[in-house]
């Protein structure tokens, strides 16, 4: 590692170890994150198109965790554990995810929201993934539809937050 006086030290390129999966979301960022950390919620919109999630274990805090089954449309269960690492409402949650608590293919993940619009009346949720290795993030991405996937359970929380501001208008 290469260091210079009065500089951080350079960091390793990441960008063959990442996913990186975006949306805009009609909704304030305060009502889309509560829908992200709420697990009344969680369960209602979490998982690419034709998932369902039942959840064992729900603690939102730092150190807490998040012990789930995600039921694939063809019948397969897959068991998933999150630690939560970093919470900043509304506007920041830091994660660890596998499949079981100290899984050593568990990989990093960070969702921002930013709230846009002249009134904050939308936000933009980026999740940012970190996998250990390059060949973990290729299987997950060409294995499990990584990209996809991310991108229809980003597109499902919107659906949802839609649904929840329509029943809560007058």
């Given at each position: 590692?290469?260091?210079?006086?009065?500089?951080?030290?350079?960091?390793?390129?990441t960008?063959?170890?990442?996913?990186?999966?975006?949306?805009?979301?009609?909704?304030?960022?305060?009502?889309?994150?509560?829908?992200?950390?709420?697990?009344?919620?969680?369960?209602?919109?979490?998982?690419?198109?034709?998932?369902?999630?039942?959840?064992?274990?729900?603690?939102?805090?730092?150190?807490?965790?998040?012990?789930?089954?995600?039921?694939?449309?063809?019948?397969?269960?897959?068991?998933?554990?999150?630690?939560?690492?970093?919470?900043?409402?509304?506007?920041?949650?830091?994660?660890?995810?596998?499949?079981?608590?100290?899984?050593?293919?568990?990989?990093?993940?960070?969702?921002?929201?930013?709230?846009?619009?002249?009134?904050?009346?939308?936000?933009?949720?980026?999740?940012?993934?970190l996998f250990?290795?390059?060949?973990?993030?290729?299987?997950?991405?060409?294995?499990?539809?990584?990209?996809?996937?991310?991108?229809?359970?980003?597109?499902?929380?919107?659906?949802?937050?839609?649904?929840?501001?329509?029943?809560?208008?007058?």
């Amino acid at each position: 590692m290469n260091t210079t006086r009065g500089t951080a030290p350079e960091r390793p390129p990441t960008d063959d170890r990442e996913v990186v999966v975006s949306r805009l979301i009609d909704a304030p960022r305060e009502l889309v994150f509560e829908a992200f950390t709420e697990v009344r919620h969680l369960s209602r919109w979490w998982g690419p198109n034709g998932f369902t999630t039942t959840t064992r274990a729900f603690e939102f805090r730092v150190g807490g965790h998040w012990d789930f089954v995600m039921h694939g449309p063809d019948g397969t269960d897959y068991q998933d554990w999150i630690t939560w690492t970093e919470i900043v409402p509304p506007e920041r949650i830091a994660m660890i995810h596998g499949e079981r608590r100290d899984d050593p293919d568990a990989f990093e993940s960070v969702l921002t929201f930013t709230s846009t619009g002249d009134t904050g009346d939308a936000t933009r949720i980026e999740l940012y993934t970190l996998f250990r290795t390059k060949a973990q993030r290729d299987e997950a991405v060409e294995q499990f539809g990584a990209i996809d996937g991310g991108n229809q359970t980003l597109a499902n929380l919107a659906d949802y937050v839609s649904s929840l501001r329509r029943d809560a208008r007058p």
